[in-house]
């Protein structure tokens, strides 16, 4: 049972333009939400996050929105640069008490900037 | 500069033969994670150490085991390892849990293992 979902496996746009990556989630007590960009043959790198008392973050080109009623996020690059050509993956997570901060993954979104 | 390294990168091994995957990190981080990471799927949570403290995932199959000798150490072994246990093995650290936010998770490049 996918509790974070990432319905769009790839997503190619023009640079300079806008990419706008969505991620859904199921899990209500999730409160806190990362997106991080992994390239070719390196780790997941973390890109940005959003607490769930905020609906937005911005950071540089980078922005994250927050819908808690829909339980969607989402992450606006602009303008797209053929650098930020990489798989993105949206995480989750909540504290459960402990040391349990366990982070819940999506699939993917393999997002190609074109020059 | 500080950071996560796994050794090796590719890995492969025979069907039933044991394995071991090492991560080391230079951020002297309270936390270490082991991720399993199969083709097109989420990297998935198989355990995490919390200093010495091992948090095991109640889905993550006996044949996965984990050791933490010291704080920049983390080794993953594998017992017998089977066809389905090929993919990606991700280490990661983060630095320690308040329990009022998540601290952000460094990862290492990974493993591939292959399983023949």
């Known amino acids: 049972d996918q509790q974070v979902k990432q319905n769009s496996p790839s997503l190619s746009v023009q640079e300079g333009r806008i990419s706008i990556l969505n991620c859904d989630y199921t899990n209500s007590m999730f409160d806190y939400f990362l997106w991080y960009k992994k390239y070719p043959a390196e780790g997941p790198t973390f890109l940005i996050s959003?607490?769930?008392?905020?609906d937005k973050n911005e950071d540089g080109r980078f922005t994250v929105f927050l819908n808690k009623s829909a339980k969607h996020l989402s992450l606006h690059i602009v303008p797209s640069q053929p650098g930020d050509s990489a798989v993105y993956f949206c995480a989750a997570s909540f504290y459960s008490g402990g040391s349990n901060y366990k982070l819940t993954f999506g699939k993917g979104t393999l997002l190609t900037v074109n020059p | 500069d500080a950071m996560v390294i796994q050794n090796p990168r590719y890995q492969v091994t025979q069907f039933g033969k044991p394995v071991t995957l090492s991560c080391s990190q230079t951020?002297?981080?309270?936390?270490m994670y082991w991720y399993q990471q199969k083709s097109s799927q989420a990297p998935k949570l198989l355990f995490h150490?919390?200093?010495?403290?091992?948090?095991n995932e109640a889905d993550t199959p006996d044949n996965f085991q984990s050791r933490r000798p010291n704080t920049s150490f983390c080794f993953l072994d594998i017992r017998s390892p089977g066809l389905g246990d090929a993919a990606m093995y991700l280490c990661a650290t983060s630095r320690e849990g308040t329990g009022l936010f998540t601290d952000t998770q460094y990862f290492g490049p990974g493993t591939r293992l292959t399983v023949l």
């Open positions: 951020l002297n981080h309270n936390v």
């Open positions: 150490y919390y200093d010495k403290d091992f948090n």
């Open positions: 959003i607490s769930s008392i905020k």
